[in-house]
């Protein structure tokens, strides 16, 4: 079942930063938050996933509030290339499968 | 460095065929799994494989049978292929099962079965 609530949709002007938050109120402490996009039809692709810490890497940065209960997703200069449907992951512990719910769609408009 | 791949990228079957989608991964990953994308009802796993000579069920796994070959391929069979099979294939690999371990996908096997 989906443990995330995300905008069904977003635009974003190309070169500025797109934020994509999601909140995941029920969350448990030992649960990682993950971000993965699929664009078009192709395959879901890894973004960056956390448990506490913000975290950073070549595509994006993630910031965990410190409750936990929710989280942003940021990509700091946004392309064209970018347009996707973003999906925010909350992994149950223990669970093998990652449960993609319904997911962000980000426009970025030249 | 190729990732995931997967074989075929679209296939159109008759009701009652028979057929393997194929799954490779050059990352050395020990896990490997197959999802199913359907419209509007997500990705939902199929079958995983935690490391080599080991395979489980996952959500759905009725139709279909999976066998890991060896560490790098993890082919998904459709014995007998029925229309409610028609959906978009994904698998994905991790380095394991751990919950800190992301998941790697390839870009799919549409399949339509008529």
């Known amino acids: 079942d989906a443990k995330t609530t995300q905008p069904p949709s977003m635009d974003c002007a190309e070169g500025r930063a797109a934020n994509l938050p999601c909140n995941h109120s029920?969350?448990?402490?030992?649960?990682?938050v993950y971000w993965y996009r699929q664009i078009h039809s192709q395959g879901p692709q890894y973004i960056i996933h956390g448990l506490k810490n913000n975290e950073t890497n070549e595509m994006a940065s993630l910031i965990i509030t410190e409750d936990r209960k929710s989280s942003t997703l940021i990509l700091p200069h946004a392309t064209l290339r970018d347009t996707a449907v973003y999906y925010c992951i909350v992994r149950v512990t223990g669970a093998n499968n990652l449960f993609f719910g319904t997911g962000t769609r980000l426009t970025v408009i030249p | 460095n190729a990732g995931v791949t997967q074989t075929p990228k679209f296939q159109v079957l008759k009701t009652g065929q028979s057929m393997t989608l194929q799954c490779a991964q050059d990352m050395n990953h020990n896990s490997m799994y197959w999802y199913r994308q359907d419209p509007g009802m997500g990705l939902r796993l199929i079958y995983y494989?935690?490391?080599?000579?080991?395979?489980d069920k996952g959500e759905v796994p009725n139709g279909y049978n999976v066998s890991r070959l060896n560490k790098r391929e993890f082919s998904l069979r459709l014995e007998s292929a029925a229309p409610s099979q028609t959906s978009v294939y994904f698998c994905?690999?991790?380095?394991?099962?751990?919950?800190?371990?992301?998941?790697?996908f390839g870009p799919g096997t549409r399949l339509t079965v008529l």
């Open positions: 994905a690999s991790s380095e394991g099962l751990a919950d800190y371990n992301e998941q790697f």
């Open positions: 029920t969350i448990s402490g030992n649960e990682y």
């Open positions: 494989s935690a490391s080599e000579g080991t395979t």
